[in-house]
């Protein structure tokens, strides 16, 4: 594909189920990164991931939020027990690799917790 | 700590020109970035500032000053489809993510 993919767009959960966001990069970028955007508001981070290191998970707002990145490629955020709070617009975003290199942002995807 | 400040909300007229401002305080830099987002679309690379000054690409231009902490998002000639949020990013350090602003919304009118 020509750009980064998310799926679902949008997804409607109950309070205390669990979901999982996906995330396919551009094709040869090493570098992912996923954001948290509320309403009218900036973009929040949530996990870094470059190549074979260690996550920066540094972002991640509680332990209930985990990342994953299998084979350098494709990436999966699981949220558990969603809470309202949790309602916001997931976004992922790639890079050729860490540094200096533009992210070029998917759709998102659309959460909200009912 | 880091921080990124920009203007909550602009208004413009259609065919003006608009600066965006963005300061930024952080423990180290390596670039700026400016991003444009539409309602509800992802946001889009517009420029990446590294040295001191003005870089132009067509009716947009960015601006630089290291020493300032500060940088500046200029649009000409104003068309309705620039309305949109400008987000101001910085890279503190080479290997590090990105410290993004809260956006600034602007609002073309005719």
């Known amino acids: 594909g020509a750009g980064v993919s998310q799926s679902p767009s949008n997804k409607v959960t109950e309070k205390g189920k669990d979901v999982e966001l996906r995330c396919d990069p551009i094709?040869?970028?090493?570098?992912l990164y996923w954001y948290r955007q509320s309403l009218g508001q900036g973009l929040e981070f949530l996990i870094y991931?470059?190549?074979?290191?260690?996550?920066?998970k540094s972002g991640l707002p509680s332990d209930r939020f985990s990342a994953e990145r299998t084979g350098g490629s494709v990436s999966t955020l699981t949220i558990q027990r969603t809470q309202q709070e949790d309602s916001a617009v997931y976004l992922c975003a790639s890079s050729a690799r860490e540094g200096v290199e533009t992210q070029y942002f998917g759709p998102g995807t659309r959460l909200l917790v009912l | 700590g880091q921080n990124i400040d920009q203007p909550t909300e602009m208004t413009a007229t259609e065919g003006a020109i608009v600066q965006i401002n963005c300061t930024y305080q952080t423990s180290g830099f390596n670039g700026l970035f400016w991003y444009q987002q539409h309602a509800g679309e992802a946001p889009t690379f517009l420029s990446y500032n590294v040295l001191d000054g003005l870089e132009e690409k067509g009716r947009f231009s960015s601006f630089l000053s290291r020493s300032k902490g500060y940088s500046y998002l200029l649009l000409k000639e104003l068309q309705m489809k620039d309305s949109a949020s400008y987000l101001c990013?910085?890279?503190?350090?080479?290997?590090?993510?990105?410290?993004w602003g809260a956006g600034t919304k602007l609002i073309i009118k005719p």
């Open positions: 990013a910085v890279r503190p350090y080479s290997n590090y993510q990105l410290i």
């Open positions: 094709s040869g970028h090493t570098a």
């Open positions: 991931f470059q190549g074979n290191s260690a996550p920066d």
